[in-house]
C-alpha cells in the first residue's frame, strides 16, 4: 500500500517517509534497508518480534542513533535528525515505554519541562497553563495540571506524557509499547484518545508486540522481522494470523493445546498472607488461596498490585509481616530461598535481568544459580566446571536455547532465549511448586509458544504452578483457574472461560 | 550469534587497549616534562635504565611490585564482591604488627622457614581484623564501606604510631620503631635468580615475599574463578538481587570477602617489614595500600593482570626514584604526577578508546566483505 510518492511537498504528502534505513552495531545489523512509508492521519502499527528492530528504527527516527544509510523525509521534505531536539523540531514527539517523568513535579512542571521559555517561569507558567487547556479539551485528555505525578494512576501518566509531546507541537506521535503498563479498561480510553489524534489530523505510530491492539485500532501495519520490514498491510485487509506469520516467518499456534486439569492435593497453601514493601506500605492484605499439585493457579492484575510482593515472599525473598505459607502441609517461615528450592520450590522471578540471572556471567555460570551447592556441581569448596558445562549443553539441547555456546555471556543472548535459560534452570529441577511470574515478559512469538508448551507440561506431570503474568491473555491460555488482584487483595476467582470484561473490571477493582 | 553490544576479541581488549591507554600516558607525561624544559627522552632513558637497567634497579622494581601485587588483589577481591575497600593502607599497617609480633617471638628461636607461615597468617590475620568493622557496619548497619575503610585508615595509623611509641619502641632510642628481628624474623633475599642470569641484586631488598605474592595471585585466581564460594561472591558482586534469589546471604558475603580482602592487604607488610627493614617503623606501607586501587583497577581485577600492572608501578616507582635523583628538575611531585596520568588512562579512562576501536574493528571486515 505504498503511497504514490509526489514530487512536490503538500499536504497531501505522506507523514513520514523511510527511505532504505540502515543500520548496524557492530556486527549486528539492526536495520536491513528499511523503507516505510506512513500516511499523514493514520495510526500505523510497527510490529516485531523482540530484536527484530522496531526500537533501533523507532530511535534513528527520534534522533538517537543515526542511520548509517538511507533518508529520512517528514512531508515529503528529506531531512537530518541528529538528535532528539530535531525530532522534535520536525514534529515528532515520543512516549517511551518507560516514562519520563519528573516523579514530585506537578504535571504542568513536567510539560514545561525543557521548553520553559526563558530564565523566569512566571511568564511561561501561564503561558504553558493556557496551552495545556487547550490541547485537554481538544483531544480530550483531562488531568489536572496541579497533579503530582507520583500520586497519578499510570494511565493517566501516560496522558501526561503524550501532553509534552503536543505541547512541544508534535505532528506525529510514535509510542512505544503503550499498554503494557496500564489496565484494560486504560488501554482502551488510551485508543479513543489515539483516535481523537487520529480524527484531528495528528499520525500515530504505534510500536507493539501485541496482535490484538494491532487489529484493533491501527489503520496500517508494518512487520518488522530481523532487522527487515517484511511486509506493510492495511488492516483491515489482514488476519491476526498472517501477522503473527510475518512476524515469525513461520505458522505460529496462538492458542495452547491443554488438556482438563487433574488436580490432586494442595501443594502451596497461603494462609492470611500480609506483606510490606521497604517503605512499611502494605503491598500484599491479607491473601488466602491453595494451590493444588496438578492445575494452574494464574493470578491477574494490573501490575504493581502486589503480585511482585507476593512472588517475593512465596519465594522467600521477603520476609511476610503476617500469615503462613505451605508447602506440603508445612510452614516455610523463616525459610530462606536456598532452603525453599531444597523443599522442591522453583520460582522463575518476574524480572530476568534484574533477579533471574547475573547478565555478565556465561551461560553456564548461570545454569546453576541458586543451584551451586548441589553435589552434582561441586568438589569440595570448587566447583565442578566440566559436570556445569555437560548440564548446561544438555539444557540449551532440550530447550534449544541459541545460539548454543554454554561460554557466551548471557546478556549476549535474545530475551527469549535468555527466559529459556531461567525456565531450564528452575524446571530441569523437577520441583513440586513451580511459581512463574511473567513467563514471557519480552519473548518472542516463537519462543512464547515453546514457554507455554513447557508449563502446561510441568503441570500435566503432577507439579502444582502459581503463574503471574500482567497479560491477560496468557492467564486465559494457561490457567486452570484465575484469582485477580487489586490493590494487594484478592478481588475474586473465576475460571479463565470468564470474559474479559469481567476479568478486566475486577483487576479495576470493581467488584467480582 | 546475536550480540546486543559488540564484543571485541580478547586480544584486543586485555592487549591492545591497555597499551593504548599506557601509549597515551606517557605521551602527555612527556608533553609534562617538556613543558618544564626537560627532554622528554632523557626522562624516560633515566627511568628506564634506573627501573630495569641493571639488577639491582630490576630488584627495587620487584620489590615495590610485590607490595602492589598483594594490595592490588585486596582491591580485586573486594571488586568482585561489588565493594571498593580504601582501606588497603590502613589493613596492610595492621598486618605489619602481626607479622613483627610473629617475628620478634618467634624469630629468636625458629628458623625464617617455620616463621614465615605463622608470620603471613598473623600478617593476614591482623589486616582481615581491621577489615572487619568496615564490613560488619556495611552488611548490617548500610554505613558505606568507602567511608568506613577510609577512616580505619586514620585510626590504623594513629594506632600504630602509639603502639610504636609507647609500647614496641626500644627503651632509650629515639626512633619510633621495633628492634631488629633475629635471623629467623627475616625473609631471606631472593639472589639466585639473579645470580642465574649473572646479575647482582646489590642492596635491593628483593625476597621471599615475592613467591608469597605469586602464590597468592593464583590462589586469588582458584577462588574467585574455580570455587563455590568465589562464584557466590561475583554474583554478589554484579547482580545482587539474583544473589539473594539465588539464596546467597548478602551480609555473609560482605564480611567474608571483606576479610579476605583485608587478609591479602595486610600480607603486603611481610615485605617491606620481614623482607627489608627487618622491624617494625612508622609508616612503612608508603601508600601501597592506594596504589593497589590502581593495579587492581589496571589489571581489571584479573590477577595475571594485577601481577603485570604491579610491575608497572613497581617501575614507575623505581624508575621514578632514579629520575628524581638524575635530574633534579623532574621532582618527587613530578613523579607522582606521571603516575597519576599512567592512573587516569589506565585506570578511569580504561574503555576510552573502545568505541572507536570498535568502530575500527568492525568495519574493515565489512568493508572487505563488501568489496568481495
Known amino acids: 500500500m505504498n503511497a504514490p510518492v509526489r514530487t512536490v511537498p503538500d499536504a497531501d504528502a505522506p507523514a513520514i517517509e523511510l527511505v532504505g534505513i540502515d543500520k548496524s552495531f557492530g556486527p549486528v545489523h539492526a536495520n536491513k534497508d528499511i523503507h516505510l512509508t506512513v500516511r499523514r492521519g493514520t495510526i500505523h502499527g510497527v510490529i516485531g518480534e523482540n530484536g527484530a528492530g522496531k526500537s533501533t528504527l523507532m530511535s534513528i527516527l527520534y534522533g538517537f542513533y543515526q542511520a548509517d544509510r538511507g533518508e529520512i523525509r517528514v512531508g515529503g521534505r528529506p531531512i537530518v535528525i541528529k538528535d532528539s531536539q530535531a525530532a522534535i523540531a520536525a514534529g515528532i514527539g515520543m512516549v517511551h515505554q ?37 490541547l485537554e479539551t481538544e483531544y480530550a485528555l483531562d488531568v489536572d495540571p496541579d497533579a503530582v505525578i507520583e500520586t497519578l494512576p499510570v494511565g493517566r501518566q501516560q496522558r501526561v506524557e503524550i501532553l509534552k509531546a503536543l505541547y512541544r507541537g508534535a505532528d506525529i506521535l510514535i ?9 484494560p479498561a486504560e488501554a482502551d480510553h488510551l485508543f479513543r484518545i489515539l ?44 488476519t491476526v494470523e498472517e501477522l503473527a506469520e510475518l512476524m515469525v516467518g513461520r505458522r505460529v499456534l496462538l492458542k495452547v493445546d491443554k488438556g482438563p486439569a487433574k488436580p490432586g492435593p494442595v501443594a502451596l497453601s497461603v494462609r492470611n498472607l500480609t506483606v510490606r514493601d521497604h517503605r512499611g506500605v502494605t503491598m500484599v492484605d491479607d491473601v488466602s488461596f491453595d494451590v493444588r499439585a496438578g492445575e494452574i493457579v494464574g493470578i491477574a492484575g494490573v501490575a504493581g498490585n502486589g503480585q511482585s510482593e507476593l512472588l517475593e515472599a512465596l519465594a522467600g525473598i521477603r520476609k511476610p509481616a503476617s500469615g503462613d505459607i505451605l508447602i506440603e502441609g508445612k510452614s516455610t517461615l523463616g525459610a530462606d530461598p536456598a532452603m525453599l528450592r531444597r523443599r522442591g520450590l522453583a520460582h522463575v522471578p518476574e524480572d530476568r535481568h534484574h533477579m533471574g540471572l547475573v547478565l555478565k556471567f556465561e551461560e553456564y555460570e548461570n545454569s546453576i544459580l541458586g543451584y551451586h551447592d548441589d553435589p552434582r556441581f561441586v568438589r569440595g569448596p570448587f566447583l565442578d566446571i566440566e559436570a556445569i558445562r555437560a548440564d548446561a549443553r544438555d539444557k540449551i539441547a532440550k530447550y534449544d536455547i541459541r545460539p548454543p555456546n554454554p561460554r557466551l555471556k548471557t546478556a549476549n543472548f535474545s530475551g527469549g532465549n535468555q527466559q529459556k535459560i531461567v525456565l531450564a534452570r528452575e524446571i530441569e529441577r523437577d520441583p513440586t511448586v513451580l511459581i512463574i511470574g511473567q513467563p514471557t515478559r519480552g519473548v518472542d512469538i516463537g519462543a512464547i509458544e515453546f514457554i507455554h508448551r513447557r508449563i502446561v507440561e510441568m503441570r500435566d506431570a503432577g507439579k502444582a504452578i502459581l503463574l503471574v503474568s500482567v497479560e491477560l491473555d496468557e492467564i486465559r491460555a494457561l490457567a486452570d483457574r484465575v484469582i485477580v488482584m487489586f490493590a494487594g487483595r484478592v478481588v475474586g476467582e473465576k475460571t479463565p472461560e470468564a470474559s474479559e470484561q469481567t476479568l478486566g473490571l475486577m483487576m479495576a477493582g470493581i467488584g467480582p | 550469534m546475536s550480540a546486543a553490544s559488540a564484543p571485541l576479541p580478547r586480544w584486543v581488549t586485555y592487549g591492545l587497549m591497555p597499551v593504548l591507554n599506557l601509549a597515551v600516558a606517557f605521551l602527555i607525561s612527556g608533553l609534562v616534562v617538556a613543558f618544564i624544559g626537560e627532554s622528554p627522552w632523557e626522562a624516560v632513558e633515566v627511568l628506564l635504565t634506573g627501573a630495569l637497567g641493571t639488577g639491582e634497579g630490576i630488584g627495587y622494581t620487584l620489590f615495590y611490585a610485590t607490595n602492589f601485587i598483594f594490595t592490588g588483589l585486596a582491591v580485586a577481591v573486594a571488586f568482585h564482591c561489588g565493594l571498593f575497600n580504601i582501606g588497603g593502607e590502613g589493613q596492610a599497617y595492621l598486618g605489619g604488627l602481626g607479622a613483627a609480633l610473629v617475628a620478634l617471638s618467634l624469630g629468636d628461636v625458629l628458623p625464617w622457614y617455620l616463621t614465615m607461615p605463622v608470620a603471613v597468617l598473623f600478617a593476614a590475620l591482623f589486616g582481615a581484623a581491621w577489615a572487619l568493622i568496615p564490613a560488619w557496619l556495611q552488611a548490617s548497619r548500610g554505613s558505606h564501606i568507602v567511608i568506613t575503610t577510609i577512616m580505619f585508615n586514620f585510626i590504623g595509623a594513629a594506632l600504630m604510631v602509639y603502639l610504636l611509641v609507647n609500647v614496641l619502641k626500644v627503651p632509650g632510642a629515639m626512633a619510633p620503631e621495633t628492634r631488629v628481628f633475629a635471623e629467623g624474623g627475616q625473609l631471606p633475599k631472593l639472589t639466585w635468580p639473579f645470580e642465574l642470569f649473572g646479575a647482582k641484586l646489590g642492596a635491593a631488598p628483593f625476597n621471599v615475599s615475592f613467591v608469597i605474592a605469586l602464590v597468592m595471585a593464583v590462589l586469588v585466581w582458584l577462588l574467585i574463578w574455580r570455587t563455590r564460594l568465589g562464584y557466590e561472591i561475583r554474583a554478589t558482586g554484579t547482580n545482587p538481587t539474583a544473589a539473594i534469589y539465588a539464596g546467597i546471604p548478602y551480609k555473609r558475603m560482605v564480611i567474608v570477602t571483606m576479610l579476605l580482602s583485608g587478609g591479602l592487604a595486610g600480607m603486603m607488610a611481610l615485605n617491606p617489614v620481614m623482607g627489608a627493614s627487618a622491624r617494625l617503623q612508622v609508616e612503612f606501607v608508603g601508600g ?16 595475571l593482570g594485577i601481577v603485570f600492572a604491579a610491575i608497572l608501578f613497581g617501575v614507575l616507582y623505581q624508575g621514578g626514584a632514579e629520575l628524581s635523583f638524575w635530574i633534579p628538575a623532574i621532582t618527587r611531585d613530578m613523579i607522582v604526577v606521571i603516575q597519576g596520568l599512567v592512573i587516569l588512562f589506565a585506570g578511569a579512562l580504561e574503555t576510552m578508546f573502545r568505541p572507536a576501536l570498535a568502530r575500527l574493528f568492525w568495519r574493515a571486515p565489512r568493508a572487505a566483505a563488501a568489496k568481495a
Open chain 1, 175 to 183: 509510542l512505544d509499547e503503550p499498554t503494557g503498563v496500564l489496565t
Open chain 2, 288 to 303: 601501597a595500600g592506594f596504589v593497589g586501587i590502581a593495579v587492581a583497577l589496571m589489571g581489571r581485577s584479573h590477577p
Open chain 1, 98 to 134: 518507560h516514562f519520563m517523568l519528573v516523579e514530585n513535579f506537578t504535571v504542568l512542571e513536567n510539560v514545561m519541562l525543557g521548553a520553559e521559555g526563558g530564565a523566569f517561569l512566571k511568564t511561561g507558567i501561564a503561558k504553558a497553563r493556557a496551552e495545556l487547556k487547550r
Open chain 1, 195 to 238: 483516535r481523537v489524534l487520529r480524527d484531528q489530523g495528528k499520525t500515530v505510530i504505534l510500536i507493539t508486540h501485541k496482535l490484538r491492539e494491532i487489529m484493533a485500532i491501527t489503520d496500517a501495519v508494518s512487520v518488522m522481522r530481523r532487522g527487515e520490514m517484511v511486509a506493510t498491510r492495511t488492516t483491515a485487509e489482514t
